[in-house]
């Protein structure tokens, strides 16, 4: 039936063209690849076994870098929940789309506009089957939801785990230890909601296990959309604090809290990826796994390592914004691959549409398509800015080079100091030589186009939608 409706338009569309004149594309959505974004929550660079870590166990993400390719040099535009989402669905700069001040709560009355054109505007345009499973943040009100922003259906979480409704007072003042080894806080501590498109079905949502569930959604509708092409973006609410897992896999000391967190993660990636080989679509789908940030070290063993990078989560050290990735797409990126290319969820939305052969909407992104960094070591991106987690500027890369330019104030006596790097990535990935000083001319350069760079993206700025008063 869908190969007959295929040909039927097919052959509506030439006989359109040799009546108007005009070019008219026809989506073949026989051959469109299926798209799987997995997107966890503070989780750092160190955090998988692929990635060096001697202490989590992670063999199902590992399998899938075995089999594909990992991104070392793979970067968030910002080091906070709500801006690096917004990148990753828009491919722009979070100041771009008006999202760059730090993160959303349960009392915020804007969000991510329904205007911009995000990687499931994209793909519902091609016939997709869209769908949003897990931690949203860019905006909880009805007008903001994801079946606002291209996604057929959300079930999740809408903003971070450690948010209650409706107004994020009357939080637990218990230790992280303490939440550990209590799990039924989950309950009787939190009253984070879980939406079921845009109404709350549970209040509070069960945290104990809402990562099997989150998974448990999205293998119901990988299975109902195995015949058609498909986009499931599944955002993680963890490893972001508090930490909580079922019972058959709980280990209560709170030393091994993240370490359990994580391994749960991996084990149901492991069904979700059991589930695409199980239906046979697995050679015709692209699954990608990374971070929306760092690491929060903050929280001890509550929190993750990005090692060998320097700091983690809310700053614009690499820890704060070079995140593990692994690509996965049999027959389509090289086995046991590794490149450390210069690339970032910037670039997701153009390099799907350049994989579905399907042009971008008229809005002006950052992103680059990477598609052939899927297969090479070749990169089309040559710089990224740097901002913080409230939307400051702070510094570029160029090629190997970072410049950071950190101002901190002094609440006290009400002055500011700022302090300026300059790295060499190539052979001092954990930024600790700084060369400011010994290289003023590379420094000016870089500077004028750090500048030049934002003086663009803050004059074609857009606005987020805020609610009405």
Request: aromatic share 8%.
């Amino acid at each position: 039936m869908l190969n007959a409706m295929n040909v039927i338009l097919k052959s509506l569309a030439i006989i359109l063209l040799a009546i108007s004149g005009t070019s008219l594309v026809v989506a073949d959505n026989g051959s469109n690849p299926n798209f799987i974004i997995i997107f966890a929550d503070d989780q750092g660079y160190n955090d998988l076994g692929c990635f060096g870590s001697e202490k989590i166990k992670t063999p199902n993400i590992d399998q899938l870098a075995a089999e594909g390719r990992k991104f070392t040099s793979f970067y968030v535009p910002c080091s906070v929940c709500s801006p690096s989402r917004a990148a990753l669905l828009t491919g722009c700069y979070p100041k771009r789309v008006g999202m760059q001040k730090h993160v959303l709560f349960p009392k915020s009355d804007y969000g991510l506009n329904p205007s911009e054109h995000t990687i499931a505007n994209h793909l519902k345009g091609l016939g997709y089957a869209t769908a949003c499973i897990g931690k949203w943040h860019l905006g909880h009100l009805p007008e903001l939801l994801p079946r606002q922003q291209g996604f057929d259906s959300y079930f999740g979480i809408p903003y971070s785990n450690d948010m209650n409704h409706p107004d994020n007072k009357n939080k637990p003042k218990i230790s992280s230890d303490e939440r550990w080894i209590n799990q039924e806080s989950a309950i009787t501590h939190w009253n984070t909601p879980l939406i079921g498109n845009e109404e709350i079905i549970e209040l509070p949502v069960d945290q104990r296990t809402i990562t099997r569930r989150y998974t448990d959604k999205a293998v119901e509708f990988i299975t109902a959309n195995k015949d058609n092409p498909f986009f499931l973006y599944l955002p993680h609410s963890m490893p972001h604090i508090p930490l909580y897992v079922p019972e058959d896999v709980y280990d209560p000391d709170p030393k091994n809290a993240y370490t359990c967190v994580i391994e749960h993660i991996d084990a149901e990636v492991g069904r979700l990826v059991q589930t695409v080989r199980d239906l046979g679509i697995a050679d015709n789908t692209y699954i990608i796994y990374t971070s929306d940030n760092g690491p929060w070290l903050q929280f001890g063993s509550h929190g993750g390592s990005a090692l060998p990078l320097r700091s983690g989560k809310g700053t614009t050290f690499e820890g704060g914004q070079r995140v593990p990735c692994v690509m996965w797409a049999p027959g389509r990126i090289p086995a046991g691959t590794t490149t450390d290319a210069f690339t970032s969820t910037l670039d997701l939305l153009p390099t799907i549409a350049s994989l579905t052969k399907s042009k971008l909407s008229a809005n002006k992104i950052d992103g680059k398509d990477i598609s052939s960094t899927l297969t090479s070591d070749r990169s089309p991106r040559k710089d990224m800015l740097f901002y913080s987690a409230r939307g400051e500027l702070q510094g570029i890369r160029e090629g190997d080079w970072k410049l950071l330019e950190i101002t901190q104030g002094n609440r006290k006596n009400k002055s500011s100091k700022t302090t300026s790097y300059l790295f060499n990535l190539a052979n001092d990935i954990g930024e600790q030589n700084n060369l400011f000083t010994q290289n003023p001319e590379r420094v000016a350069r870089m500077k004028i186009q750090m500048q030049r760079l934002d003086a663009e993206i803050t004059e074609n700025a857009r606005s987020v939608w805020r609610k009405p008063k």
